[in-house]
Each structure stands twice: as C-alpha cells, then as structure tokens.
C-alpha cells in the first residue's frame, strides 16, 4: 500500500498583525459583529497565512507559558508532509528527528479501515466470551486477571493488544498537526503526546475510536462493568502543547447506538483528551466536544504515587470551547492549576455535570455560559468528587448570572464546595463578557473554521 507522503515547499508568507479591541458595552449589533469576525481576529493572532506555521500567540493560555508552543511552524521543506492515509500519517510520524515537522492531513485518515475483525487473535470470539463469563457461569466475586492465555479473557487481551499497536500514533517533539481545510480529521485513531515538548494539532475532527474488544469486570461497581480503552487526544507528560480548532465527536458509533450485555451498557469509547502523568502547559481553545460520555480527564488518580508526579503540573487553559451534548468530565480535574473561560456549555437530557472538582485541584471557572434544559439545574454543573475550593465567578446559565458555588451548595447541602482556588490566571487573550460567549463561541468553534 502507498504511504501517500509528499513533500512540499512552503509557500508562507508573513501576513499583517491581526487586532481585535472592543469596549464589550453589550448591545446586540457588537455581539453579532464579534460572532462573524474571523478566529484569529477575536483572538488577536499574529500568523502568517498559511496555518500550517502559525504558533501559539503571546499570554494564550498555559501553553504560552515560558518558551511558548511554536510545533514545527520552523519546519524545512523536506520536512513538511502532506498525508491521506493512516499509513503515510504514521510514517510521517516517524521521520527521525526532533527538528521541526509539520503534517498536513488530507481527507479523513482512517485507522480502522478494515474492520475489528483485523486485530482478533486467532480463536477469538465474542460468543464464547459472554457464555464464559456471564454472572450466571463465573460469578460476580472475581474479575478476569488471572485467566490463561488460551481462556476467552486470554484471547481478548491478544485482540486488544493488536488493536493497540495499530491504532496509536505517537507524537515527536516540535511537531504541527493541521488538517486541510474543511473536511480532514482523524477515525478510529489515539494520538499519543507523550514526553515530548512543542506540540500543536489544530484543524482536525477526532472520530473517538472504538475498543473492539472491552473488557467485563464482573467486581466494578455493584453490578460489573465493561471497561475500554483508547482516548482521542492523550497528553502523557508532555508540555507545552496547544489543540485548536478541533472537533472532537462519537460520529458513527454513538453510546446510544451500543447494546447492552450482562445488564450493563457495552461501553466502547474512553476519553476524548485526557491530560496525565504530569503533563504541563496546555492550551485548548475554539475546540468543539460533542457527544461523547467520559470528556476531558486532567490527573488520572488519587493515589499518592500519582500525585507525586502531578502536583504542580497539569497547568492547563481552556477556552472558547463548545462543550455540546456531553454527560461529564469538561473537565475533571486533580491537581493542576486549570483555567476555564469563555467557554458554552450546551447540556442535553442526559446531561451529569461540567466540573469535575478533584483531589487538590484548583480550578477557576470564569465568564462561561451554560444552556441547560428543562429538568436540569444550575447546581449540577459542580460536581464535588474531593473538598477543593474553586472559583467560579461571572458565568451565565441560561441567560441569567448565576453563583455556581452556591446553587451546587444549596442543591448539595451534605457535600459543599469552599471557594477559592489559591491563584489568579494571568495568560488570556481578551475576555468576552459571559453573554457574548454563546454567539461568538457557536460561529467560530470547531474543526473547519479556522482561517
């Protein structure tokens, strides 16, 4: 099969600063006039025209922070790869180096193009593994770790692991993602950013994959559960990355589309972008995040062993995201300093929360807005997992300013939440009155809509 990997010459040149200032005094006519401007003029980027080698501009977000996130906006020409297969994506991937690369996606890369059926090991089969392990044949007191190789568990770790070494793409150092223009994206993929600095991925749709092959644990939870793997976006001790323009989505295969096994929904999608394993620096702006259950995950755990390696880290900046038919996690965080602004948050029926508020994190949550329907209140937008304080302040649900805090206190008597998270965030661009978020935020988020 033909990788498709061409090498191109840049053709950039250096555009004129691009400026936005507005006194914000919120009639409707400035409103609509900042909703149709272009991205890069509400967010006063200074790029040149091809979005290939833009970088991250000054104060924006965490991963502006120190030496900034420029990805491989540097790259020389034989280092600029045009890609339309996930074969020609992962060799460009590969190229050896650290000097900068870019990549440039055409069309949607499939990594799953011919079907689960490829990674099962031989002898698999998914019949045998429910009579194997129904509660009714092993029980509901002992999970599957101790299974031979030859068991059906033994033959779906084999298939799970096929599947994991085809379907993740490991990111180098100084490296830019861009889709081109309106249609690219990646399906079915993991993108790893894992121990490497000076990331950028922008411009992309992430299709989240789909675990072919999840596993039953009759000992999670009351009833068992089927657990998978596979994130869209991983940010695994990286720095200093920045995910714009993206639209991160369930696509084909939606959670309301899968069955039901042992009494319990065959979960096979994980997260959307997790942040781990002290990960630092991040930016993700004008993003969309749709349909999906488990979202944004920031610090994977509470054991001591996880904190010594994320406090102080997971620095992280979210802004002008849709957050859109979601149940959770936008985000759950521990530990890191995380910035939310700016951001819509559109919930459906079932909607569980936005803010995960975890073990020592300190999140502020500022100038968002929130629209939430009939049956669905304001106080379930905090969710309290450890007793952090937080702040949240100047954020709208359905038009109206809303204290945060205290409609989850007043709904959560038992478990309240303190505010203040302990610091003030310093790197944001210009900051949109929480009215004009919904506007602004629906016209220039996504995948497709960068300029």
């Known amino acids: 099969m033909s990788?498709?990997?061409?090498?191109?010459?840049?053709?950039?040149?250096?555009?004129?600063?691009?400026?936005?200032?507005?006194?914000?005094?919120?009639?409707?006519?400035?409103?609509?006039?900042?909703?149709?401007?272009?991205?890069?003029?509400?967010t006063g980027h200074h790029h040149p025209r091809d979005t290939a080698r833009q970088t991250l501009p000054a104060n924006d977000g965490w991963a502006s922070h120190g030496t900034g996130t420029t990805g491989g906006a540097a790259a020389a020409a034989e280092r600029v790869f045009t890609v339309s297969t996930w074969a020609g994506f992962r060799a460009a991937l590969a190229v050896e180096g650290t000097a900068p690369r870019i990549i440039k996606v055409k069309g949607t890369v499939d990594a799953v193009s011919a079907g689960c059926e490829a990674f099962a090991a031989p002898g698999y089969d998914f019949d045998a593994y429910l009579e194997a392990y129904s509660p009714e044949n092993w029980g509901m007191d002992t999970d599957l770790s101790a299974e031979p190789d030859d068991s059906p568990e033994g033959l779906r770790r084999a298939s799970a692991a096929e599947q994991d070494t085809s379907i993740k793409a490991h990111v180098p150092a100084n490296t830019t993602i861009v889709g081109v223009g309106r249609n690219a994206g990646l399906k079915g993929a993991s993108l790893q950013i894992k121990d490497v600095d000076n990331v950028i991925v922008r411009n992309l749709t992430f299709e989240s994959p789909v675990?072919?092959?999840?596993?039953?644990?009759?000992?999670?939870?009351?009833?068992?559960?089927?657990?998978?793997?596979?994130?869209?976006?991983?940010?695994?001790?990286?720095?200093?990355?920045?995910?714009?323009?993206?639209?991160?989505?369930?696509?084909?295969?939606?959670?309301?589309?899968?069955?039901?096994?042992?009494?319990?929904?065959?979960?096979?999608?994980?997260?959307?972008?997790?942040?781990?394993?002290?990960?630092?620096?991040?930016?993700?702006?004008?993003?969309?995040?749709?349909?999906?259950?488990?979202?944004?995950?920031?610090?994977?755990?509470?054991?001591?062993?996880?904190?010594?390696?994320?406090?102080?880290?997971?620095?992280?900046?979210?802004?002008?995201?849709?957050?859109?038919?979601?149940?959770?996690?936008a985000p759950r965080v521990r530990f890191?300093?995380?910035?939310?602004?700016?951001?819509?948050?559109?919930?459906?029926?079932?909607?569980?929360?936005?803010?995960?508020?975890?073990?020592?994190?300190?999140l502020v949550a500022e100038h968002n807005a929130f629209t939430l329907p009939d049956g669905v209140s304001a106080g379930q937008v905090l969710k309290r997992w450890n007793d952090s304080p937080l702040t949240a302040a100047r954020n709208r649900v359905n038009g109206r300013t809303t204290d945060l805090i205290a409609a989850h206190n007043a709904q959560n008597p038992d478990v309240p939440l303190g505010s203040g998270a302990g610091w003030t965030p310093t790197l944001r661009t210009e900051v949109l009155p929480s009215r004009a978020v919904p506007s602004v935020v629906d016209r220039g988020a996504g995948a497709g809509r960068l300029r």
């Open 336 to 362: 890191g300093q995380v910035d939310v602004y700016n951001n819509h948050f559109v919930a459906g029926d079932d909607y569980g929360y936005s803010f995960g508020v975890g073990k020592e994190s300190q």
């Open 3 to 42: 990788t498709h990997i061409w090498h191109e010459h840049d053709k950039s040149s250096r555009a004129g600063q691009a400026t936005w200032t507005a006194a914000l005094a919120g009639c409707t006519a400035l409103v609509l006039s900042l909703a149709a401007a272009p991205a890069e003029a509400r």
């Open 211 to 329: 675990d072919c092959f999840p596993q039953w644990d009759p000992t999670d939870g009351d009833q068992g559960n089927w657990n998978s793997e596979y994130d869209s976006a991983v940010v695994y001790g990286a720095t200093h990355v920045w995910l714009d323009h993206n639209t991160f989505t369930d696509g084909e295969h939606p959670d309301s589309a899968a069955p039901t096994y042992f009494g319990m929904l065959y979960q096979q999608h994980d997260g959307q972008l997790d942040i781990v394993k002290g990960a630092d620096h991040v930016t993700a702006s004008w993003n969309v995040f749709t349909e999906h259950d488990k979202t944004i995950l920031i610090g994977n755990s509470d054991s001591e062993a996880t904190a010594a390696v994320d406090r102080g880290h997971l620095k992280s900046t979210f802004h002008h995201n849709l957050f859109k038919g979601l149940v959770e996690r």
